[in-house]
């Protein structure tokens, strides 16, 4: 399976943006997903993270209350809305899927728990 990241961009603080993940195959809906984020010159950081049927859903504390992970797996797309965006969210976000787990609602929130990923979309909040 391959994964296409779109959606970022510049956007002041406070504002919103919302980030998709199209996933080459319809076994995406088999497989747990999460969404990273990588800041210059820092590690690459969970964000959350979305069980392969919904049922569980978990986030970081710096975006809980302010992000939402979401999923259709009809269309074998992920999605990562934003809001209240602040300029510490600033980072090339990275959406991911755990291949190696089906149908399993365990969440993963290392990047070493993930096998396949996108190729990153760039969000940018200005203050």
Known sequence: VQLQASGGGLVQAGGSLRLSCVASERA????????????????????AAI???SDNTH??????????ISRDNAKSTGYLQMDRLKPEDT????????????LDSRLGT????????????????SS
């Open 28 to 47: 995406f809906g088999n497989y747990g997903m999460a969404w990273f984020r990588q800041a210059p010159g820092k590690e690459r950081a969970f964000v």
């Open 51 to 53: 069980s392969w049927n």
């Open 59 to 68: 986030y970081s504390d710096s975006v809980k209350d302010r992000f939402a």
């Open 91 to 102: 980072a090339l976000y990275y959406c991911a899927v755990r291949r190696g787990l089906q």
């Open 110 to 125: 290392y990047p070493w728990e993930y096998e396949v990923w996108g190729q990153g979309t760039l969000v940018t909040v």
